[in-house]
């Protein structure tokens, strides 16, 4: 149903919290997910597997199967995948935090790049190269890169190498792989506020001292709770018109369960609506090229292990059963084909 400049994309869901679910790794096992993963997307994201924590466990071991198995998958079904994530302050082993000589770290975050995005050179489209690196207003210190200047999580990456290193993470991606698009990555920037100007300012620096940054990306973990990120459209709009691309990335919408833990249809109704807000954002801005839901199907989500009460935040109820944040989706894009 997508418009041909369009992907649609999904999370390939494994590793994270999966790990202590107390079922199979699902994109290995599952084959109702496989085949639902086939169908309906052309866009994979590998939920975890290509994290460091995952791929890079130990000092110089790399575990590729899994997200060679994700690669080879889309591959074989006509998808895209999105590479997730290189420069991030999260599912960082140990080993790495205990780096303390500056020179070290930084051989190490060269040789992780190179080696990972080498790998899979020509076959991802996008990768989130640098990943939430800025911390929130309502973190101690407020609004500030993850230079451990405050009581954020630090990124021991931007804290022990200056950030200069976030210029040299794009410089270091693009020359291991010259045809991936490379982002910038995170979470409530999807209005136009503080955050995402923040990175609208550091994307001009980049771009400035001509860094190869091809995008910005949304991730959009939405919450009921909360208001429409009405300013969406401007928002992206505005990172379009610096040249960049835009994608929305990791996008789910959770909302607190009634005590029967059964959605009202009201629940699902302004979860649909909010679904189709942020598609249609994305269809209004002329390079918002990539789409993709954080999950397809309840039963794999990562809301209700993060956020007690909430849930039902995907587009399918558990045994796959498609919600009308799915056919809002469907109706959305087919009404986008006229
Ligand atoms: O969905 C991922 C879950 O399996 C992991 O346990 C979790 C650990 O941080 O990460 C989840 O994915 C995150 C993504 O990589 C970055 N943006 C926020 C996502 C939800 O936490």
């Known amino acids: 149903m997508a418009p041909d400049d369009l992907v649609i994309g999904t999370a390939a869901a494994g590793g994270g919290h999966h790990l202590d679910a107390g079922y199979p790794d699902p994109f290995t096992h599952d084959k109702k997910y496989r085949k639902l993963l086939a169908a309906e997307f052309s866009s ?39 590479g997730h994530t290189l420069l991030w302050h999260s599912q960082l082993p140990a080993w790495v935090h205990a ?19 080498g790998r899979y050179a020509g076959r991802i489209q996008q990768w989130d190269v640098a ?8 973190d101690k210190g407020g609004l500030r890169l993850r230079d451990g200047s405050a009581e954020h999580a630090v990124n021991p990456f931007i804290e022990k190498l200056g950030p200069g290193i976030i210029a040299d993470a ?5 020359a291991a792989d010259p045809q991936a698009k490379l982002f910038l990555n995170d979470y409530a920037v999807e ?36 208001p429409f990120p009405s300013t969406l ?63 397809f199907n309840d039963k794999y989500s990562w809301v209700p292990g993060f956020f007690s009460s909430q849930g039902a935040a995907t587009v399918m109820w558990e045994d796959y059963e498609r919600k009308p944040a799915y056919h809002a989706l469907h109706e959305t894009l087919a009404a986008a084909q006229d």
């Not at 997200?67 to 999105?82: H, K, M, T, Y």
């Not at 794009?170 to 693009?174: L, N």
């Not at 789910?252 to 249609?280: H, K, M, S």
């Open 233 to 295: 459209r401007a928002n992206m709009q505005r990172f379009d018109d610096l040249g960049l691309e835009t994608a929305i990335t990791e996008l789910d919408v959770r909302f607190t369960l009634p005590a029967n833990g059964v959605p009202t249809d009201a629940q699902l109704a302004q979860q649909a609506a909010t679904y189709q807000g942020v598609l249609e954002a994305c269809l209004a801005v002329e390079d918002c090229n990539s789409f993709t839901i954080w999950g």
């Open 170 to 174: 794009f410089r270091w991606a693009h």
């Open 131 to 138: 990943n939430e690196i800025f911390a929130d207003e309502w």
């Open 99 to 117: 780096i303390e000589d500056p020179a070290e770290l930084r051989a190490v975050l060269k040789d992780h790049i190179e080696t990972v995005v």
């Open 191 to 226: 209005d136009w506020n503080r955050k995402s100007t923040a990175y609208y300012d550091l994307a001009k620096q980049l771009l400035a001292q001509k860094v190869p940054l091809h995008g910005f990306a949304f991730q959009a973990h939405l919450d009921l709770q909360y």
């Open 44 to 82: 994979v994201s590998p939920e975890n597997q290509m994290k460091w924590d995952f791929i890079h466990p130990e000092r110089g071991v790399y575990n590729f199967a899994a997200a060679d198995a994700i690669v080879d998958f889309a591959e074989a079904n006509g998808q895209v995948v999105r």
